[in-house]
């Protein structure tokens, strides 16, 4: 059974930092692509970042481009999210995700974790 456990989430001024965690369990993490999507309230889950199992192939949404570092180490079997400069609309639940290739699709990743809450006041 593969679970998928994000971490880091939290509440940060408009140009602060964090980073996110995705710790998985049941599965080969090392041959997984991996992603993060998030959702704000009423919209609907939006792709974030997304990479292949090895790092060679990765993408960013437009928004967030510049901003963000999507990362992993196989290692420990984690994903991460370094997010800069944050602003008050990438307030949202991040969610983890886990599937086959790396793309921007959500119906591309079988496995999603529970989310994190990121709110960035201005």
């Known amino acids: 059974q593969v679970q998928l456990v994000e971490s880091g989430g939290g509440l940060v001024q408009a140009g602060g930092s964090l980073r996110l965690s995705c710790a998985a369990s049941g599965l080969t993490f090392s041959s997984a692509a991996m992603g993060w999507f998030r959702q704000a309230p009423g919209k609907e889950r939006e792709f974030v970042a997304s990479m292949s199992w090895g790092g060679g192939s990765i993408y960013y949404a437009d928004s967030v481009k510049g901003r963000f570092t999507i990362s992993r180490d196989n290692a420990k079997n984690t994903v991460y999210l370094q997010m800069s400069s944050l602003k008050p609309e990438d307030t949202a639940v991040y969610y983890c995700?886990?599937?086959?290739?790396?793309?921007?699709?959500?119906?591309?990743?079988?496995?999603w974790g529970q989310g994190t809450q990121v709110t960035v006041s201005s």
């Open positions: 995700a886990a599937g086959k290739i790396a793309t921007k699709r959500s119906g591309d990743f079988t496995s």
